[in-house]
């Protein structure tokens, strides 16, 4: 299980995770080489054993792209996320090229487009 929870008036977010799922924020950086932060899961079965958990608070700029995905999702997915691509796109495109035959797989990707007006 991964959560994230974006407060957009105060562009940050709080996420966690626990167990096998995956979660990537790329940076947005115009002009520059994307940077990548990933989410720290923690190891756990939700409703058995699961671990203390904090979430973690990050800053969000414009632009930045989270994507989560389940463990029906290879990953190295979150390296093919493109800054200037729809997360839709993005999304479909992770499901085709890294989703796995054998299993159930979900990805969700989504922009933060900045503090609003």
């Known amino acids: 299980m991964a959560i994230a929870s974006i407060d957009a008036q105060q562009g940050q977010m709080a996420w966690l995770g626990v167990g096998n799922v995956h979660g990537s924020l790329v940076r947005s950086a115009p002009g520059k080489e994307p940077v990548l932060e990933s989410l720290l899961v923690r190891s756990g079965v939700v409703g058995h054993r699961i671990p203390p958990i904090v979430p973690l608070m990050i800053p969000l700029a414009a632009g930045d792209i989270l994507a989560i995905a389940t463990d029906g999702i290879r990953t190295g997915f979150e ?7 729809r997360p839709e796109a993005a999304a479909a495109r992770i499901l085709e ?9 979900l990805v969700v990707v989504v922009r933060y487009k900045g503090l609003p007006t």
Do not use: C, K, V, Y
């Not at 390296?79 to 691509?85: A, D, W």
């Not at 090229?97 to 797989?105: F, K, L, R």
């Open 79 to 85: 390296r093919m996320i493109l800054p200037e691509e």
């Open 97 to 105: 090229q890294h989703g796995s035959p054998s299993d159930d797989a």
